[in-house]
């Protein structure tokens, strides 16, 4: 595949047309090839890499490329010299006793990385990502997934409709709700969780049934990070299950 080709995968657009995305940096690269043990479907990537790491022993193809290719595919200030073209895999089927995180129109890509990164640390989560959401497979939410993005299973375009319709049980986050640490709070089939600013409408919630939760705080603020919040929660359903 040509350099330009591979430049357009920073693009959304090309990402879904190709089927594929770029990850950069020995960290992710790393990763890439853990998960790789796992799925052999991943050892159709692509390593390119700049002559310093040309020894990069990896289970799938590696190309050397120049040092102006290899600054014409990064997209940091300082080239790390290894860029992986990576497929997109249709995610497993959800394993049995597996929680589903359900993320509304989410915005942040630092935030959803951050979440991401959660859930794959306690590991038995899936992620949903409603119409509206920012894309997973962009260059800084896989950043700061570290990785996370092989290890936990992404949905994406799942409507709340959907998401009603696979797990009917479902609780959100809500200043009015009972106390996190209620013991029904582990008995739901999905976890909902709206948008930066906006929440998840009232009325969608009314229509899906969900049951309100609430994180205890001193109101000296209004409310908490997105990614916080699920992190708080997703320790809860980990560490101190019913």
Same mark, same amino acid.
């Given at each position: 595949m040509?350099?330009?080709?591979?430049?357009?995968?920073h693009?959304?657009?090309?990402r879904?047309?190709?089927?594929?995305?770029?990850?950069?940096?020995?960290?992710?690269?790393?990763e890439l090839?853990?998960?790789?043990?796992?799925?052999?479907?991943?050892?159709a990537?692509?390593?390119?890499?700049s002559q310093?790491?040309?020894?990069?022993?990896?289970?799938?193809?590696?190309?050397?490329?120049? *040092?102006?290719?290899?600054?014409?595919?990064?997209?940091?200030r300082? +080239?790390?010299g290894l860029v992986?073209?990576? +497929?997109?895999? $249709?995610? $497993?089927?959800?394993? +049995?006793?597996?929680?589903?995180i359900?993320?509304?129109e989410i915005?942040?890509p #630092?935030n959803?990385g951050?979440?991401?990164?959660?859930?794959?640390?306690?590991?038995?989560?899936?992620c @949903?990502?409603?119409?509206?959401s920012?894309?997973?497979?962009?260059?800084k939410v896989l950043?700061?997934?570290?990785?996370?993005?092989?290890?936990?299973?992404?949905?994406?375009?799942?409507?709340?409709?959907?998401?009603h319709?696979?797990?009917?049980?479902?609780?959100?986050?809500d200043?009015?709700?009972?106390?996190?640490?209620a +013991?029904g709070?582990?008995?739901?089939?999905g976890?909902?969780?709206?948008?930066? *600013?906006?929440?998840?409408?009232?009325?969608?919630?009314?229509?899906?049934?969900?049951q309100?939760?609430?994180?205890?705080?001193? #109101?000296?603020?209004?409310?908490?990070?997105?990614?916080?919040?699920?992190?708080l929660?997703?320790y809860? @359903?980990?560490?101190?299950a019913a």
């Amino acid at each position: 595949m040509s350099i330009d080709e591979l430049r357009k995968l920073h693009q959304k657009k090309h990402r879904e047309e190709s089927s594929a995305f770029l990850v950069e940096g020995e960290h992710l690269v790393l990763e890439l090839q853990k998960a790789a043990e796992r799925d052999p479907r991943l050892r159709a990537s692509e390593l390119y890499v700049s002559q310093e790491h040309a020894g990069w022993r990896a289970p799938f193809s590696v190309h050397v490329i120049g *040092a102006r290719q290899m600054a014409q595919l990064s997209e940091t200030r300082t +080239p790390q010299g290894l860029v992986a073209r990576v +497929p997109m895999l $249709p995610p $497993p089927a959800p394993r +049995p006793g597996e929680r589903a995180i359900c993320l509304h129109e989410i915005q942040d890509p #630092g935030n959803l990385g951050t979440i991401l990164r959660t859930l794959a640390w306690f590991g038995g989560f899936r992620c @949903l990502l409603t119409p509206g959401s920012v894309d997973p497979f962009n260059s800084k939410v896989l950043r700061a997934s570290a990785g996370a993005i092989f290890h936990v299973p992404v949905e994406t375009e799942v409507t709340l409709d959907a998401f009603h319709a696979r797990y009917p049980r479902i609780a959100c986050l809500d200043t009015q709700g009972e106390r996190l640490s209620a +013991p029904g709070f582990h008995h739901f089939d999905g976890y909902l969780f709206g948008n930066e *600013a906006r929440g998840v409408p009232d009325e969608a919630l009314a229509g899906l049934g969900a049951q309100r939760f609430t994180i205890p705080g001193s #109101g000296v603020v209004e409310s908490l990070n997105l990614a916080t919040a699920v992190n708080l929660c997703v320790y809860e @359903l980990r560490c101190h299950a019913a």
